[in-house]
């Protein structure tokens, strides 16, 4: 079946620190891979995605590069702000009936000045 | 524009009541979601609606029940509310099949007393 393990948090890191969130899948076939960000009293919105391997899915200076070898898809960014403390999603879609969508647990990521 | 817009933001009622939520999307979607998150943050699929069409059915209490008038709507209703029942509810939607991100709306929080 298809799962998304994601690192546990929360996170707690300095402003300008570099930040990596880690994700692993397991899918059946060909998934498409997405980070997705909750901002706190709002929905969901899209970060990023990649559809297929080797894909590089960057957004607001984050990257994630889909890893079929290691079924990973892991959240970075170079230097964080004060504004990208926000919990965050990694998710999978085998494009099956429905369009399901497999979710992680969340990270929750603090950054303090 | 608001793309996923769901209503009330905000809904506190004491247990045994019938509550709705509605959910309206502008994006010419054919599909739509209920998700429930919990106080944790984790993320439940709880229906998946294509075209009017129940297509997505997890297991949840048969006290929620979807309705989907047309395929711009998705509302959710809720008979004998329980204390457990209290988290916030997203509504999404997405085109159908391949690799396509899901828009989330802002969410409903419900509280039962």
């Known amino acids: 079946g298809n799962s998304v393990t994601q690192m546990e948090g929360p996170v707690t890191l300095s402003e300008e620190a570099f930040l990596t969130i880690n994700c692993t899948y397991t899918?059946?076939?060909?998934?498409?891979l997405f980070w997705y960000v909750q901002y706190p009293g709002e929905g969901l919105q899209l970060l990023l995605k990649?559809?297929?391997?080797?894909d590089k899915g960057s957004n607001k200076g984050f990257e994630a590069t889909y890893r079929k070898e290691t079924t990973s898809f892991h959240l970075e960014k170079g230097s964080v702000q004060v504004s990208d403390s926000a919990v965050y999603f990694c998710?999978?879609?085998?494009?099956?009936?429905?369009?399901?969508?497999?979710f992680g647990t969340g990270t929750s990521l603090t950054v303090i000045p | 524009d608001t793309a996923v817009s769901q209503t009330p933001k905000y809904l506190v009622t004491q247990m045994g009541n019938d509550k709705s939520i509605k959910c309206e999307q502008n994006?010419?979607?054919?599909?739509m979601y209920w998700y429930k998150q919990d106080s944790k943050k984790f993320l439940k699929i709880m229906f998946s609606?294509?075209?009017?069409?129940?297509?997505i059915n997890e297991t949840v209490p048969n006290r929620f029940s979807p309705k989907s008038p047309d395929k711009a709507h998705l509302n959710l209703h809720i008979n004998s509310l329980e204390l457990g029942d209290s988290a916030v509810y997203f509504c999404?939607?997405?085109?159908?099949?391949?690799?396509?991100?899901?828009?989330f709306g802002p969410g409903t929080r419900l509280t039962v007393t």
């Open positions: 994006l010419g979607h054919d599909t």
């Open positions: 609606y294509n075209n009017k069409e129940l297509i």
């Open positions: 899918a059946t076939g060909y998934p498409s």
């Open positions: 990649a559809t297929k391997a080797d």
């Open positions: 999404a939607s997405s085109t159908r099949g391949g690799s396509y991100e899901q828009y």
């Open positions: 998710a999978l879609s085998d494009g099956s009936t429905g369009n399901q969508f497999y």
